[in-house]
C-alpha cells in the first residue's frame, strides 16, 4: 500500500530535486527510501549539521533545489546550524523533517519545530494531511526555488504513514516542475536614472554579491561599454575571472590595490549584493563624494545596509541589459573612464594577492619551542601554483579564512563555496563535500583551520566512503585563533580556553582512511604533487605548522563590528 512517505519521496523527485543528505532514524527512513526509489541519490553523512550544510553547498553549486533527511526532534535541532547558514544565504533547500505525531504530547521527540525553523530564519511547512499532501509538497519547493528560500517541510510520522490517495498517484503521472517566475527587470524611469549616473561617472566600479552570479555575461557587457572596473563580494568570487578589469573581492579580501582602486570610484553600483560592512570594509571603501547605487530584487535590501542614492529594484541580469541599450541608444560618452591601458596594467601586475610582494616579509620560522612553522602566505602561494585549474575551492571560518579566500584562483563563479552567512566555524568539510558532491569534474580544495577541522572532523569519513579526491588543507596553529589574536593585545588575559595542546591532525586523517601529511616547509608540499601524480580516489589531509601572523587583516573587519 503506497503512503504519503512514499508520495511525498515521488513528488520530490518528478519536482527535481537534486541531491538529498542525511541521517536516517525511524521517523524519515520511509521518506528517504521513497526518495532513493525515485532516483534521487542519497548520500548518508555521520551528522545532521553535516547533511544541511552539504544539501547547502550542493544547491549553490549546481543550481538545482537541495535536500536534507533528518529525524524528528533531536535530527532536526543537531541540523540547526546548517540550516540557519542556508537560510540567511537565500539557498533553495528542503529539510524533510520527521515530526512526532500532533497527539504524542509526550513523546521524547515532541517539539516546536516550526518555532525551531522560524528562529533560524527558515520557513516552515508541513505536509498536513494525505490529501494534501502533493499541494503541500509542491508548495514547499516552490518556495525554495522560486523565491530563494530554505524550507523545513515537517512530516508527521501518523500521516506520513497513511495511505495516499490513489488520485494523488495518479497526478504524478503528469505532474511536471512548475515554470520558473520570470524575473522582473527594473523600470524605465529607474533604468533612465541609472544610465544618466554611470554617464556622469568618470570612475565607475561594479560590485556583483550572491544575487547577481547567473549575470556575468551581462554585468561584463555592460561594464565594458561604462567603461567600469569589476569587482565581487565574496560569495561570487571568480564571476569575472579573466576580464582584465577584475579586481577580485571586494572589502576585507582586497588586495591593497583593488581596495585602493574601489575607494577612488566616484560611482559604486551593487548588484544583488548588500554593499555590507564586510564588503565596503565598514563603509571605508567608499569615498566621500561616491555615489552608491543598489540593484536588488528585494526592495527591503535597498538602503538597508547604508545609505544610496539610487535603489532599483530589479533582476540583475535583465536590469544590467536595459541600462546598456539605455546607453546605447542615447550615445554614451566613448571614453574609456576607469578602463584606461595604464590601470589594466596595475591589475594584471599586483591585484590578485598571489602577485602582491609579503608585508610583512616571509614569516616562516622556527618557533619558541623549536618547531619550524611556514608563513600561511607562503603555503597559500605554493598551493595555487601547483594545483590544477579547474578546482573548487570551500573554504571554513575563523582567522586563516583570508588565506585560501585571496589566493586560491578559482575558475569562474560556480569554483568558490563560502558558507560564511552565520560565521559558525565547523562548517567547512562538509561543504567541500556538498561542493565536491555537485561538481565531480573538478578537484575539491578546503582551507579549513585546526579548530574548525576538529568541530566537524566526523565528516572526513564521509568523503573517505565516497573516495573524493579532496584537498584538506589545515592551517593549524593550536588554538582558535582569532580568539587569540583579538583578546592577546591584552597581556593579562588568560587566553587557556582558546589554545589546545598539539593534536597530531596527520595521524587522525589517516585514522580515518584518509591520507595525511604534515608540512611545516614548502618543500613538503611535494606530497601534494605525488598525490595529484596518483589521480587520488581517497582525500589529503595537510596538517600545516603555519606561523603566526599576528592577526590577519580581515581579522580587524570581523571584530570592528563587535
Known amino acids: ?35 532513493r526509489s525515485a532516483g534521487v541519490p542519497f548520500t548518508a553523512t555521520r551528522h545532521e549539521g553535516g547533511a544541511a550544510t552539504m544539501a547547502d553547498a550542493f544547491s549553490r553549486m549546481s543550481g538545482t533545489v537541495g535536500l536534507v533527511s533528518v529525524h524528528q526532534g533531536c535530527g532536526l535541532t543537531n541540523a540547526a546550524t546548517g540550516i540557519g547558514e542556508a537560510a540567511k544565504s537565500r539557498t533553495p533547500v528542503i529539510v524533510l523533517a520527521a515530526e512526532a505525531s500532533a497527539a504524542a504530547v509526550g513523546s521524547n521527540f515532541s517539539m516546536d519545530q516550526d518555532g525551531l525553523a522560524r528562529s533560524v530564519t527558515a520557513d516552515a511547512h508541513r505536509v498536513h494531511s494525505p490529501e494534501s499532501a502533493l499541494a503541500d509538497v509542491v508548495r514547499a519547493f516552490r518556495a525554495a526555488r522560486d523565491e530563494r528560500r530554505t524550507v523545513v517541510l515537517n512530516l508527521p510520522i501518523d500521516v506520513q504513514a497513511k495511505p495516499a490517495p490513489p488520485e494523488a498517484f495518479a497526478a504524478l503521472e503528469t505532474l511536471t516542475p512548475p515554470l520558473p517566475p520570470v524575473q522582473p527587470c527594473a523600470d524605465e524611469d529607474a533604468v533612465a536614472a541609472l544610465a544618466a549616473l554611470i554617464s556622469s561617472s568618470e570612475r565607475p566600479v561594479f560590485v556583483a554579491g550572491r544575487g547577481a552570479r547567473h549575470a556575468g555575461h551581462e554585468l561584463r557587457a555592460l561594464a565594458s561599454a561604462s567603461g567600469a572596473l569589476l569587482a565581487t563580494s565574496a560569495v561570487a568570487k571568480g564571476l569575472f575571472r579573466g576580464d582584465p578589469y577584475d579586481l577580485g573581492i571586494s572589502g576585507g ?3 591593497p590595490l ?42 527591503a535590501a535597498l538602503g538597508a545596509r547604508r545609505p544610496i542614492d539610487l535603489g532599483v529594484l ?7 541589459t536595459a541600462v546598456l541599450d539605455a546607453l546605447t541608444r542615447f550615445g ?5 573612464r576607469y578602463r584606461t591601458p595604464e590601470i589594466a596594467a596595475r591589475i594584471a601586475a599586483s591585484a590578485r594577492w598571489a602577485d602582491a610582494p609579503l608585508d610583512p616579509p616571509d614569516l616562516s620560522g622556527t618557533s619558541a619551542d623549536g618547531e619550524q612553522l611556514i608563513d600561511p ?10 594545483l590544477p585549474a579547474e578546482r573548487i575551492v570551500s573554504v571554513d571560518s575563523g582567522n586563516f579564512m583570508g588565506y585560501p579566500s585571496a589566493y586560491l584562483d578559482v575558475p569562474d563563479e ?36 585546526d579548530g574548525g577541522f576538529l568541530m566537524g572532523v566526523a565528516e572526513l569519513e564521509t568523503a573517505v566512503r565516497l573516495g573524493l579526491p ?35 591532525i596527520a595521524s587522525i586523517a589517516r585514522g580515518f582512511g584518509a591520507e595525511g601529511v604534515t608540512v611545516r616547509r614548502p618543500s613538503d608540499l611535494v606530497a601534494v604533487r605525488e598525490w595529484l601524480d596518483r589521480d587520488p580516489s581517497r582525500p589529503l589531509v595537510l596538517d600545516a605548522r603555519i606561523a603566526s601572523d599576528g592577526g590577519a587583516w580581515w581579522l580587524a573587519e570581523a571584530f570592528r563590528g563587535h
Open 258 to 299: 583593488a581596495a585602493e582602486l574601489i575607494s577612488e570610484a566616484d560611482l559604486i553600483i551593487g548588484f544583488g549584493c548588500a554593499l555590507n560592512m564586510w564588503t565596503m570594509r565598514h563603509g571605508r571603501l567608499i569615498g566621500d563624494a561616491t555615489r552608491v547605487v543598489q540593484v536588488d530584487l528585494d526592495p
Open 414 to 449: 560556480h569554483g568558490f563555496c563560502f558558507t560564511q552567512a552565520f560565521q559558525s566555524i565547523g562548517l567547512g568539510l562538509a561543504t567541500a563535500i556538498g561542493a565536491a558532491v555537485a561538481r565531480p569534474d573538478r578537484l575539491p580544495v578546503l582551507g579549513t583551520g
Open 377 to 386: 602566505r607562503v603555503l597559500s602561494r605554493e598551493l595555487n601554483a601547483m
Open 314 to 320: 530589479g533582476d540583475s541580469a535583465s536590469t544590467a
Open 253 to 255: 579580501f582586497s588586495s
Open 470 to 504: 579532496l584537498l584538506v588543507v589545515v592551517y593549524d596553529d593550536d588554538a582558535y585563533g582569532a580568539e587569540v589574536h583579538h583578546f592577546g593585545t591584552d597581556e593579562t588575559v588568560d587566553l587557556g580556553t582558546v589554545t589546545f595542546p598539539h593534536a597530531d
Open 332 to 336: 554614451a560618452d566613448p571614453s574609456p
Open 1 to 35: 500500500m503506497a503512503t504519503v512517505a512514499d508520495l511525498v519521496g515521488r513528488a520530490l523527485a518528478r519536482l527535481g530535486a537534486g541531491h538529498c543528505f542525511g541521517v536516517v532514524g525511524s521517523g524519515n527512513f520511509a521518506v528517504t527510501a521513497a526518495l
